[in-house]
């Protein structure tokens, strides 16, 4: 597999001996496809993901300081084409800075954005959240909590991406379409493989991954210790085969689930990101007209 040396989309690869820096991130929206979609990329005979899906890495905190071997250590660097995924590159509420890092590592990165129905996302965070063990907010209390208005913020994709276009060109960044990575995941993959200048590949089916029904069956204390410090330290060390082993060993028979958010609250939370919605569309160059909002 060889790397397109022109045509739309395409891009010098190359990098220095010395230097070293990923192709691209695909940087959100979390809860919009990311673990499907590096399923996908992982599948290519040219991209190398790193072992752990979501290094966060350029995040201040807690995982900048692992150090720049470590996170060498997470990608086959004999792969022509090296990304990552990280959704918590788009909570610039919680995470700021995240672009301004990115930059000052690799400031010809390919940035790459999956958008979802706002409304459905958010939804959808706050079943993770709950399930995950890190909160318990009632329905009817969310709107007017902190963890809610981190939510709202993850939705507000404008507001998210633009911090990411004050230090990287707009032609940097493409914005694909969870429903279709969905339904047609092909069109996806060619739209991604086209921007980032490499030759198709015939995709495979992958499963659905993250699903709220796989989340519910793991005990929160397993997932806090998998994206610990430590736990980010020693999962190279682990096969990959071993690890679903122990996911499977640890499974609950009964799974938990998070409440059901009403329609009175999804209509407050479709009001709170209608303005930003439309601003995301004027950005995006999509009508997205299957949203909600």
Known sequence: MTLLSKGK???????????????FFVIGAMK?????LSRYLDQR??????RIKETDFFLKDPNANLGMEWYKAQFDRTRDCLGEVSPNYTK???????????????????????ARDPVARFASHYRHSWLHGHMRVAPEDLLGSENGRHM??????ANQLNKYLACFDRSQLL?????TLCETPQVVLNEITGFLGLHREQVTEVAAANTADQVARIPPFIKRAARSKLGRR??????????????????????????????EVLQ??????????????????????????
């Open 152 to 157: 709202i913020e993850c939705s507000r994709y």
């Open 234 to 263: 020693i999962d190279r060390f682990i096969p990959n085969g071993t690890k679903q082993a122990l996911g499977r060993a640890v499974s609950r028979r009964d799974p938990c689930y998070a409440p059901v958010l009403e329609k």
């Open 268 to 293: 407050r939370a479709a009001d709170l990101l209608r303005e930003d919605a439309e601003r995301f569309r004027t950005l995006a160059g999509r009508s997205f007209a299957q949203w909600s909002v």
């Open 92 to 114: 610039y509420d919680i995470f700021p800075g995240v672009p301004e890092r990115i930059r000052a590592v690799a400031p010809d990165a390919s940035l790459i954005f999956i």
């Open 9 to 23: 989309g395409s891009r010098d690869l190359g990098r220095k001996a010395e230097a070293f820096a990923p192709h």
């Open 45 to 50: 005979s040219d991209t190398g993901m790193p």
């Open 32 to 36: 919009a496809g990311t673990t499907t």
């Open 175 to 179: 914005i694909v379409d969870f429903d």
